[in-house]
């Protein structure tokens, strides 16, 4: 049986917490993701499903877009003034971001099929592609975090959550 990790609560003062707690979320929804296409073969399109589903369509049309904002727009760009030998990680980082879109893209597709109940299947190999360029992508990036916890003052830090929350509550 899976053990529950306590709910970790971050603010936006603290930004490099608020980016980890996306890549928290995207860890749980890609762990649902993986086991999806089994569940379905075995059980079918149940409103459990349909509940899941609908919630990671959400996050991944929603705030991951989002969360790539604050990584290029903001985080990227204040600790590249710190530190420039990040600059090819942050150029491959951003790349990765365009391949993430265009699979989530095709991913959600089949989502969307699903939800409608259009079909009671979805592509593993997809769903593995999926999968596998988070956890690419994360590897690289969650290293940066912790970089920016050493160049990034408290200030520079409060005004960068600041224009993450202004993005999100205009």
């Known amino acids: 049986m899976q053990t529950l990790e306590p709910q970790q609560f971050a603010s936006w003062n603290e930004p490099i917490e608020m980016l980890y707690a996306c890549h928290s979320k995207v860890k749980r929804f890609c762990h649902q993701l993986s086991i999806l296409p089994g569940y379905l073969e075995k059980n079918g399109v149940n409103q459990a499903v349909l509940n899941d589903v609908k919630i990671i369509l959400q996050?991944?049309?929603?705030?991951?877009?989002?969360?790539?904002?604050?990584?290029?727009?903001?985080?990227?760009?204040?600790?590249?003034?710190?530190?420039?030998?990040?600059?090819?990680?942050?150029?491959?980082?951003?790349?990765?971001?365009?391949?993430l879109h265009k699979n989530w893209f095709e991913l959600s597709k089949q989502l969307e099929e699903l939800i409608a109940q259009k079909t009671d299947e979805i592509d593993s190999?997809?769903?593995?592609?999926?999968?596998?360029?988070?956890?690419?992508?994360?590897?690289?990036?969650?290293?940066?975090?912790?970089?920016?916890?050493?160049?990034?003052?408290?200030?520079?830090?409060?005004?960068?959550?600041?224009?993450?929350?202004?993005?999100?509550?205009?």
Do not use: W
């Open 59 to 99: 996050y991944f049309n929603c705030a991951a877009p989002l969360h790539h904002d604050d990584e290029e727009k903001d985080f990227f760009p204040a600790l590249m003034r710190k530190a420039p030998e990040i600059q090819s990680q942050v150029e491959e980082l951003e790349r990765q971001h365009i391949d």
């Open 125 to 170: 190999a997809l769903v593995q592609r999926f999968i596998s360029g988070y956890a690419n992508h994360i590897a690289i990036e969650e290293p940066l975090f912790e970089l920016g916890k050493q160049y990034l003052t408290e200030t520079e830090l409060k005004a960068i959550g600041q224009v993450m929350s202004n993005r999100r509550h205009p």
